[in-house]
C-alpha cells in the first residue's frame, strides 16, 4: 500500500511542527537547568513518530518497490532511536536529557527525505531474509546511537565530577554510576543486536563483495570488534573512563562511516 506524496508531505511537516514544538518546551526547562515534565514531553513526541511513520511510509513505500536511499534510511534510523528514546525514559527519565540531539536530526532529516530521496532510484523488493535484516540493522542503529549519545553524558559527568562542577540539572542526573550502568547496558544490547544484523547479512545476501558493499562490510566488522573488545573489557575486567568511553564512539562511529559512507558512494558518487 503506498500513500500519496502530498499525504506523507502532509505527516512530514506536521512531524517537524512537533518536534519543533517538543524542543521549545524541553527548552523552557532546560534554560532554568531543570529537566523537562516528562508526560508532556513524551506525547508530544509520540504523536510526532506517528506522523514521522506516515511521511516515511510515503517515501519508502513505492509502487515500485522498497525505496532504501540514504536520506529515507537516515530519517528511518532517526525515528527508531527517537522511539527507543520515548520507551526508555519509563525505565531511566533522565535519558530525556538526549532528546535534542535526536529531535533536530529528525527535523532535519524529514525534508531531505521527501526532497532528495525520489532522485536515488534505489527500489528493489524485499524477501523474508531481507526484512529481516533490515529490522535488526536499524534496531541496532538506534540503540548504539543511543549508546553513542549517552557516552558523552557519561563523559560529561564524570569531567563535571572531577573538577567539582555541579549545577541544578547535574543534581537532575542519576549518579554516574546509574549513568555508565544504563550506557554499558545499551552498548551491549546495540552489539547484539548487531551481531544478529551482521549474521543475517550473511545469509541475505550471496557475496557482499561484489555488490558495491566492501566498506560497508569492513567498518561494520571493524566497529563489531572494537565494541566487542570494549563490552569484554568492561564486563570482565572492570573497563571504565573517558578512554573506554572514546573506544566506544570511534566503534560506534565507524558502524556509522560504513553505512552513510558507501550509501553516499553509490547513491550520490556513482548514481547507484
Excluded at 513526541?45 to 511513520?53: A, D, K, R, V, W
Aim: proline share 4%; with cysteine.
Amino acid at each position: 500500500m503506498t500513500l500519496p506524496p502530498v499525504v506523507g508531505a502532509g505527516a512530514g511537516a506536521l512531524a517537524t511542527a512537533l518536534y519543533i514544538a517538543a524542543l521549545l518546551y524541553a527548552h523552557k526547562f532546560w534554560r532554568n537547568q531543570q529537566l523537562p515534565e516528562h508526560r508532556w514531553l513524551r506525547s508530544i513526541i509520540l504523536i510526532g513518530l506517528i506522523s514521522h511513520s506516515f511521511s516515511l511510509a510515503a517515501v519508502i513505500l513505492q509502487p515500485q518497490g522498497v525505496e532504501f536511499g540514504l536520506f529515507a534510511m537516515l530519517s528511518l534510523a532517526a525515528a527508531a532511536a527517537t522511539a527507543l528514546l520515548v520507551a526508555a525514559t519509563y525505565w531511566q527519565p533522565a535519558l530525556t536529557i538526549l532528546a535534542p540531539l535526536l529531535l533536530l536530526s529528525c527535523i532535519v532529516l524529514i525534508p531531505l527525505s521527501h526532497l532528495l530521496t525520489p532522485r536515488m532510484n534505489t527500489h528493489t523488493t524485499l524477501t523474508l531474509s531481507h526484512s529481516g535484516h533490515i529490522l535488526l540493522s536499524i534496531t541496532a542503529w538506534a540503540t548504539l546511537i543511543l549508546a553513542w549519545l549517552q557516552s558523552f553524558v557519561a563523559g560529561f559527568q564524570s569531567k563535571a565530577l572531577k573538577q567539582g562542577k555541579t549545577n541544578k540539572l547535574m543534581n537532575g542526573f542519576p549518579p554516574l554510576q546509574t549513568t555508565e550502568r544504563v550506557l554499558f547496558e545499551l552498548l551491549t544490547l546495540g552489539w547484539c543486536l548487531l551481531s544478529l544484523a551482521i549474521l543475517t547479512g550473511i545469509l541475505a545476501f550471496d557475496n557482499l563483495l561484489e555488490q558495491g558493499l566492501a566498506h560497508k562490510t569492513f567498518f561494520t566488522a571493524l566497529a563489531w570488534l572494537m565494541l566487542g573488545a570494549v563490552l569484554a573489557g568492561h564486563w570482565l575486567a572492570g573497563w571504565r573512563g573517558q578512554k573506554t568511553l572514546r573506544f566506544a564512539r570511534w566503534g560506534i562511529a565507524f558502524m556509522l562511516i560504513g553505512y552513510v559512507g558507501s550509501k553516499f558512494v553509490l547513491e550520490i558518487i556513482l548514481n547507484r
